[in-house]
Structures are given as structure tokens and as C-alpha cells.
């Protein structure tokens, strides 16, 4: 699947997402999301750290909320209102708010996690338009740096280690930060001499047209913007309408007009493979 | 390049999987959807006409209901009371009834129209038209078929703005004939729910089916 395809997919995804606070519609885009991940995911790459991840940002997403709204009409039970901060009436509406917060993260972090399960890192660097093309070189090659820096902080805290170190005071760690620090030093030197050598800079950049634009892609681009764009209207023009818990606990209203716009994100996974 | 005979425009085992399955439950749902009761639509030729309702809390929440009713018009407290909402209403004698309360808001009064504080005020819209502040009560207002009624907790105090929302897309599916739009009756099952419901299911059903593709064929 071209990256740029996807990119506008993933777009699409966070405008609906970002643009509503129902989580009806939120859920679809959810769905649609992990359809795509388990359809088109890379080979060997485990989408589970992820959606750990946006798990674990929903859940505390969820208890925030509980915890610190106490607005609504069904008290489920009550603290001493002396506790600062959390005492009060733990409400039903403020659960459903805070599970619909949650939703929509996870929603968020779905939409755009195709981008890095489903392509490889070059075609991403690849996708990006002409003047972004060494900015975003530059940022991959320092995000990929990211991994190596924890790789060498690890092995210099053992080493240190196995010379008797502790970690005890604040005073004691510039034994491992200063070598932390001139290790990635010397790792960014030397990637910075191998893309130089490696022709970076010199005139513009070549590529293996690895992902070129299929008619899938097209479609794929089309029906997600077209879905998108659609929900937007709908959505200001009253046929895609909001969700709000308080006062009192309501099922989300939803149309069929916009939940069509949603599921139209599943159309990644309807085309077939190239 | 020479294709082996019989895979010309051969369908992939996933596709032949999973365009069955989605079609067999969005299929499901819509036969499903078709079924249910007719008031819910909005469209039913008892309850050919349908009034929007716009309640805005003091908090600024904003709830919407599409109310269908029968006959040429109807009193804007039965649009309250159709709509399912909770009200509260004190009578004033020749201008009808007030609304005190509206799903609880507020919590609990002891005077209708309080001299500090907030109290609801009553707007009506025509077909395509702005909010026009009521000058008698909800009892005394009549609604024709494509009317809005709408409600503000505003402080009594100073001007009364309008609802922030426009009751413009309420009635959006009622009006153009479209069945599933945001219509909620107090009776019956929104289809537009059912509808949503069978696609996240599919959904769900579509997830399942490609992991188990892609651990039998990795």
C-alpha cells in the first residue's frame, strides 16, 4: 500500500476521530484502524506493544475522569467529600464520559498507527514532498538513534555497575550520563560521515520506486478524504450529532449517514493485495 | 509475463473470506433495521409530522430530539412530553404554562420563575428560520409539522440568547425522507443504533477473520 494512500487514510481517520465527541463514531474508526493493522500489518512486526499502550492511556484516561468529575445523576457510590481532589459523588455519566475519552485516544492512536505497522520506516522518508525531504531524513535518522542511545545507556550502567557502582545521590550519575552522552555523540558523527558518504546532500535525492500508486491507493485516498469531508459537514450541519453524558446518561444519537462515512475507512482492508 | 491457467482474475482468500462476511451482516442489519418499528422513523403515515427540540443545559450541554406526531399540529408541551425528556411546569393564568425544570435541570426548585438566578426560556423556529423568544408559555405555543421548539437555562437576569445550536439537521433524515436520521422517539429502537451496532460488529467479525487468515497463511 503507498504510503501517501495510507497517509491520507490516517488523516481521515483522526479528522472523524478529533472531530466528534461520540463514541459511536469513535469506535467505528477504532475498528476500521485495527482491520487494517491485523490485515495489511508488516510481517514480524507485533502491533501488542501499541495497543498495550493505547490500552493503558484509555484506562487512564477513564480514571481521570472518574476520579475528578462529579457531575452527573446516577451516583454509583460516594468519598468522604474531605479528600482533596477525588472526594465527592463517583458517577455513572462521568465513567461514561471518561470510557468515551478513552475511546477516543485509542481511536487517535489507531488512526495513525498504520503508518508505522503497515509501511517501512524508507517508504515513509520516501512519501514526503520534495522541500520536506531532508527535514524528514534527518528527523527518521534521529529517531532511529533513539533505540541505540537506550541500547548504550543500559550497557554503560552495567559496566559501571560491575566497577562498583550505585545509583545512590543525583552526584553519582554523571558516571553514567557523560558517557551516555558522548556515546551518541560519536553514533551521530559517525552516521553523519556515512550519509555524507553515501552522496547526502550533494544534489537531490534518488530512490527505488518500491511503492508506486495503484488504483487501490486511489481509491483508497478518494473514499477516506470523501468520508472525511463528509463527516465534517455532517457534522456542522447537524447530521452527525455530538454526545454529552451530563446531566444525564443517554445512548449516543447516531445516523446512518455518518456511520457510513465511518465505516468507509475499512476500504484499505476490502482492496485486494497488490 | 505467463499467468498459469485458471488464476486470471482470481480472488484472493482473504477478499473471498471477508466480503461474504460483511456482506452477510450488513445485510443482517439492514433486514434488521427494516423491521423495526415505524415510529422511530419518523415517517410512519400515522405520525407524519415531526417538530425538532433543542434543550441547552446552563452547562452548555445541548440535547436534540426529533419528535413525530400525528395530525396537523401539535401544543409545544406535548413535544416535551413526546420527547421523553423530564419536565416540571407551573401554570400562569392566561399565558399558559412555564417550564421550572427540563431533565433535571435544575435539581430542585421551589419557584418556577425565580427573581435571581437561572430559569428556562421557551424559543420557537419556522421551517428554515432564526429562534424567536416566546412571549407565552409552552402550553399556548403550537407547532406545525418542520417547527422547532427550543429551550435555553439562561440567568433571568440581562438578555436571553438563542440555543447556540441551530435546529437545522434535528429532522435531517424526517424532512428529506430518509429513514435512520437522529430521530429518538420515546418509543421504539433508533435504527441509525441497530445500524451502527451490526457495523461495529462487523467489524469486529472482519478483525478476527484476518487474524485467523494471517496465522493460518502468514
Not at chain 1, 463514541?23 to 491485523?38: D, E, M, S
Not at chain 1, 553523519?192 to 544534489?203: F, I, L, V
Not at chain 2, 425538532?52 to 443545559?57: G, N, P, Q, S, Y
Request: aromatic content about 6%; overall charge positive; some cysteine.
Amino acid at each position: 500500500m503507498n504510503p501517501r494512500a495510507l497517509a491520507v487514510w490516517s488523516a481521515a481517520g483522526l479528522v472523524i476521530a478529533l472531530s466528534t465527541g461520540n463514541p459511536a463514531y469513535r469506535a467505528i474508526v477504532l475498528l476500521c484502524g485495527l482491520n487494517l493493522v491485523a490485515a495489511r500489518g508488516r510481517p514480524g512486526v507485533s502491533a501488542r506493544p501499541l495497543l498495550f499502550g493505547a490500552g493503558i492511556a484509555a484506562l487512564i484516561a477513564t480514571l481521570l475522569t472518574l476520579l475528578l468529575s462529579h457531575t452527573g445523576a446516577h451516583v454509583l457510590f460516594r468519598l468522604s467529600p474531605g479528600i482533596p481532589a477525588i472526594g465527592g459523588a463517583f458517577t455513572l455519566e462521568a465513567l461514561a464520559f471518561g470510557l468515551a475519552t478513552g475511546l477516543g485516544i485509542a481511536a487517535v492512536v489507531l488512526a495513525v498507527a498504520p503508518l508505522t505497522l503497515v509501511c517501512e520506516p524508507h517508504e515513509l522518508v520516501d512519501a514526503l514532498p520534495r522541500p520536506l525531504a531532508r527535514t524528514g531524513a534527518a528527523v527518521g535518522a534521529a529517531l532511529n538513534l533513539i533505540p541505540g542511545t537506550i541500547r548504550s545507556a543500559r550497557e554503560i550502567r552495567d559496566a559501571q555497575r560491575m566497577r562498583g557502582w550505585r545509583a545512590g545521590r543525583v552526584a553519582d550519575w554523571p558516571a553514567v550520563a557523560v558517557p551516555v552522552v558522548l556515546t551518541a555523540l560519536e553514533g551521530s558523527l559517525t552516521l553523519a560521515e556515512a550519509m555524507e558518504a553515501r552522496g547526502y546532500g550533494a544534489q537531490s535525492r534518488t530512490h527505488l520506486a518500491t511503492t508506486a500508486w495503484r488504483a487501490g491507493d486511489t481509491a483508497v485516498a478518494v473514499v477516506s478524504g470523501s468520508a472525511a469531508a463528509m463527516f465534517l459537514v455532517l457534522r456542522f450541519s447537524g447530521g452527525a450529532p455530538d454526545w454529552y453524558p451530563f446531566p444525564l446518561l443517554s445512548a449516543p444519537p447516531v445516523t446512518i449517514a455518518a456511520i457510513s462515512c465511518c465505516a468507509c475507512l475499512v476500504i484499505p482492508v476490502l482492496w485486494p493485495r497488490r | 509475463m505467463v499467468r498459469p491457467l485458471g488464476t486470471a482474475g482470481r480472488v484472493p482468500a482473504r477478499v473471498r473470506i471477508v466480503i461474504p462476511i460483511l456482506g452477510a451482516l450488513l445485510g443482517a442489519g439492514g433486514a434488521g433495521a427494516a423491521m423495526l418499528p415505524s415510529p422511530s422513523l419518523c415517517a410512519s403515515a400515522a405520525e407524519a409530522g415531526h417538530v425538532a427540540l433543542v434543550v441547552e443545559h446552563g452547562d452548555g450541554s445541548i440535547v436534540t430530539r426529533c419528535v413525530a406526531f400525528s395530525g396537523t399540529s401539535i401544543s409545544g408541551e406535548e413535544v416535551l412530553r413526546k420527547s421523553g425528556l423530564g419536565y416540571g411546569t407551573a401554570s400562569f393564568s392566561g399565558l399558559g404554562d412555564a417550564v421550572c425544570q427540563i431533565d433535571r435541570e435544575p435539581p430542585a426548585y421551589t419557584s418556577c420563575l425565580p427573581t435571581t438566578g437561572d430559569y428556562w426560556v421557551l424559543f420557537s423556529a419556522r421551517p428554515g428560520g432564526a429562534w424567536t423568544e416566546a412571549s407565552t408559555g409552552i402550553s399556548s405555543q403550537t407547532f406545525h409539522s418542520g417547527d422547532a421548539e427550543g429551550f435555553r437555562y439562561d440567568p433571568i437576569s440581562g438578555a436571553d440568547p438563542p440555543p447556540s445550536q441551530s435546529p437545522a439537521g434535528v429532522c435531517l433524515a424526517a424532512t428529506s425522507g430518509t429513514p435512520g436520521a437522529a430521530a429518538s422517539t420515546p418509543s421504539g429502537v433508533n435504527p441509525a443504533l441497530v445500524a451502527g451496532l451490526v457495523v461495529a460488529g462487523a467489524l469486529i467479525v472482519l478483525a478476527v477473520a484476518q487474524l485467523v487468515l494471517r496465522r493460518r497463511h502468514p
